[in-house]
Structure formats: structure tokens, C-alpha cells
């Protein structure tokens, strides 16, 4: 069921758009990620979205009625900035008691809530430490108690893990989820990580210099960006990008030339494209490195080496063609090593020069 509706949002700041055109629409219980690199627009999006800031046009509705002017206080939404305003000279109890306090509850009432959600995030063993005591996920959990003890009709979460470390963020990324799914909370998560924003999010929005790129599953993000644009965003490592010559379209399949390489990709695109240049994108973890000649397969030259964890990401040097591919830690190469490339030819995407849209 549609619960949150963003249609047509555009904020501009004199002669500066902010964002442009924005639309999606958020289901009960979902979490929706807003993906972008800073400077994108994700926390202006999200202050409309709370009513801490007023579109320039569009309107916000919620279960059909529109909120585009309610005040902040009667939306019953919570927001959790990126460096929560946690009080440095408060417990953890009376960091989480404070909305309800101002909302005059009752006492009890008031006990019961805060034990409750203190429970339910882990953290009752903290309820009397103050801030400073805490560790970075203690500090974003009690953040996070506090925005949900008023059991908001949705939580906005403006890059809530961005300061941690990558294991903790990682592992905090798991719980929120589980959480999420636990309390069936509507969850608006922005974020510059799109790893993260695809962990964590039922459908994601790529938001790129204030324009909404795309909205889609995780999956079908990865698998089918709907520009070049998107595409190198998401890709981490970076993404192999080279501009291809398409020789021959086939019934269900293109040959495309790189250079003197020959590559038959299983796609089918427009006869319109044939002997014409387009750019060819593929993902570091798509090419296999072998030490041996192998069916399909090129020759080049190792030029570098970089460690990243499990994996290493090896630079190769194909007829003065570099190439970007993942090999596992334990494989052993060195400088000027000759090696030999085999790309998955199903997952080379294809765009159009101009207008940078995949024309696959």
C-alpha cells in the first residue's frame, strides 16, 4: 500500500536548483535508500520530506492527504542527522526520555517506553552512562532510541553511519535492517555509499546533482543501470569504461572491437547502432585474471597491484588499454607479470554516446 507519495519536489535557492523534479513512492514498512554523493540534495530531500523546509513546487503526501505545509511537529516524523545532537550532560535515559517529556507524558508511561526501545536496541546497559562513554554504534543506537520511542509514522535517516569505522558500519548496517523489519517501521535512509544504500534498502533512489537518476530494486540497479551515469556511481571499484566500435548486430548478439580486440557480447540493441561508437562499461569483479592462456581470453601486462581486504585490484595493460579486474589476495602476481583476461561478455553494458542512456 502507498503510504508516502514525493511528487514533482524542486527546490531552488535563488537561481541554484537544489533538486529537480523529484517523485517516488514509499510503501508502509518499507525502507526506501536515497543514494548520492555529497551535494547531491539527499538532506534537502529529507528536511522537506519532515517539514523542516518548504519545496519550491511538488507536494508531499502522506496516505493521501497532502502535508507539503504541515509543521514538522504534527507530520509525527523522526530525523537522525549524520552527528546526532545527543545532550553531552544527559544519560542515555534522559537523551531518550526528552521528546516524551515534551510531550508531557506521564511518568511511567515514559519509563515503560524508554525501557522498552532500550531493550529492543541493546542499549538498557547504558541508560545511565553519559555520551562520552559511549562508542560509536552506542552513540548512534541511543540516537536512534530516541527518534523511535515516539513511534513515528516514519524515521528519516540522513546518513546515520557515515562516521563509523567500515566494520562497525557494516555490522550496524545488518541491525538497523533487522530492526526495521522487527518494529515494521517506514524507514527514508540517505546515504553516500551505494554499497550501503544496496544493503539496506527494499528500492533505492540514485539521486546525482539534484536529479532523480533512477529508482529500482537493488538488483535490478546492478544489473540494469539506466545511464553511464549510474553505472560508474554505484560500481565500486571503479568501473572499466572504454569507447567500442559496434561491427555487427546480430539477432541475439553484437560483436563489438576494442582497439584489435574482439569481443561477441549475448545482447540484443538496435540495428540503428551497427558501425557505430558507443561507450562499453564492465566492473572490476566481472574479469577473471589467469597466469595461462585460456579460450577467449587476452594477454597483457600487469602494471599494479593494490590490496583491498579479501581481494586485490590488479591494473592491466592490454595494447596500451588499461584494465581494472579483482583477483583473489591469495593469487600471486607482480609487476610486468604476464597475465591473460577473460571478460563475462554478458555483463559489458552499452551506452550511447551522447545521451549516455543503455541501449541494451
Known amino acids: 500500500m502507498t503510504f508516502l507519495i514525493v511528487e514533482h519536489v524542486s527546490k531552488k535557492y535563488g537561481d541554484k536548483t537544489v ?6 513512492e514509499v510503501n508502509r514498512g518499507e525502507i526506501l535508500a536515497v543514494a548520492g554523493p555529497p551535494g547531491a ?23 493521501g492527504r497532502d502535508i507539503t505545509n504541515t509543521p514538522p511537529y504534527e507530520r509525527n516524523f523522526s530525523m537522525v542527522f549524520e552527528v546526532p545532537p545527543i545532550y553531552p550532560d ?14 508531557k507524558l506521564p511518568v511511567e508511561e515514559i519509563r515503560k517506553r524508554v525501557y522498552d526501545i532500550a531493550d ?38 540522513d546518513e546515520p553511519l557515515k ?26 535512509h540517505a546515504t553516500h555509499d551505494p554499497l550501503e544504500a544496496m544493503s539496506i534498502g527494499d528500492k533505492v533512489v540514485i539521486l546525482l546533482h539534484g536529479v532523480q537518476k533512477q529508482l529500482s530494486k537493488p538488483s535490478e540497479l546492478l544489473n540494469k543501470p539506466l545511464d553511464l551515469e549510474v553505472d560508474e556511481y554505484i560500481s565500486i571499484p571503479a568501473l ?25 557480447i549475448p545482447t540484443r540493441i538496435s540495428k540503428n547502432y551497427e558501425g557505430k561508437e558507443v561507450y562499453a562499461s564492465i566492473r572490476p569483479i566481472d574479469i577473471s585474471i589467469f597466469k ?11 602494471v599494479m597491484s593494490q590490496y583491498m581486504g579479501r581481494n586485490q585490484l590488479v ?8 584494465i581494472r579486474a579483482i583477483a583473489d589476495k591469495i593469487f600471486r602476481i607482480e609487476r610486468d607479470d604476464v597475465v591473460y583476461l577473460q571478460l563475462k561478455p554478458e555483463r559489458i553494458r552499452l551506452y550511447d554516446l551522447n545521451t549516455l542512456k543503455n541501449i541494451m
Request: glycine share 6%; hydrophobic share 40%; net charge positive.
Open 19 to 24: 533538486l529537480h523534479d523529484i517523485n517516488f
Open 41 to 63: 540534495g539527499k538532506t534537502t530531500l529529507l528536511k522537506i520530506i519532515a517539514g523542516l523546509l518548504t519545496p519550491t513546487s511538488g507536494r508531499i503526501l502522506l496516505e
Open 90 to 103: 544527559r544519560t542515555g535515559y534522559e537523551n531518550i526520555e526528552f521528546p516524551l517529556r515534551l510531550k
Open 120 to 157: 529492543l536496541l541493546g542499549i538498557r546497559h547504558i541508560l545511565d552512562r553519559k555520551p562520552h562513554t559511549y562508542s560509536g554504534g552506542e552513540y548512534q543506537r541511543v540516537a536512534l532510541a530516541r527518534a523511535l520511542v515516539t513511534s513515528p509514522q516514519i524515521l528519516l535517516l
Open 163 to 188: 562516521a563509523l569505522d567500515a566494520k562497525i558500519r557494516e555490522e550496524m548496517v545488518t541491525w538497523l535492517k533487522d530492526l526495521q523489519r522487527r518494529l515494521r517501521v517506514t524507514v527514508i
Open 240 to 264: 572499466n569504461v572504454f569507447k567500442v566500435r559496434i561491427e555487427e548486430v546480430l539477432e541475439e548478439s553484437a560483436i563489438l572491437s576494442l582497439d584489435r580486440l574482439k569481443i561477441k
Open 292 to 302: 595461462s592462456e585460456q579460450p577467449g581470453s587476452f594477454r597483457g601486462k600487469v
Open 315 to 322: 591494473t592491466i595493460n592490454i595494447n596500451d588499454i588499461s
